[in-house]
């Protein structure tokens, strides 16, 4: 996005929205295989853990200067859709699972 189009980003706002995940599906669309699968799966882990506050950077880096997001199980479940064009299955996984983000070469990981 270009700096005059981020005065009048709303996060909140449909079109506003629309225009992020395009962008960011753009992106998405050139990783590997294990990478979109990595991906999946953290959203997938943040969205079934309960506890969207706590993993929320995760998804959203804290650079990154949004509003605050009035719905974020919607905007995850958005995200989700927009990425995979499926709607996100439901998960469990239980208590031994680990959301790991730091950088590396293992990048955003579920670890069992």
Known sequence: MRDDELDDFYIN?????????????????????????????????????GAIE????????????????????????ALYEKLTGQAPPPRDFGPDVELVDAIGPHGIDVRI
């Not at 629309?18 to 979109?36: E, I, V």
């Not at 959203?60 to 509003?67: E, F, I, N, S, T």
């Open 13 to 49: 706002d449909e079109r506003c929205r629309a225009k992020l995940f395009d962008a960011m599906k753009t992106d998405f669309d050139t990783y590997g295989p294990l990478s979109k699968q990595r991906v999946r799966e953290a959203i997938e882990f943040v969205m079934s853990s």
């Open 54 to 77: 706590r993993y929320w950077r995760a998804v959203v880096p804290h650079a990154v200067p949004l509003d605050e997001i009035e719905d974020k199980p919607g905007f995850l479940r």
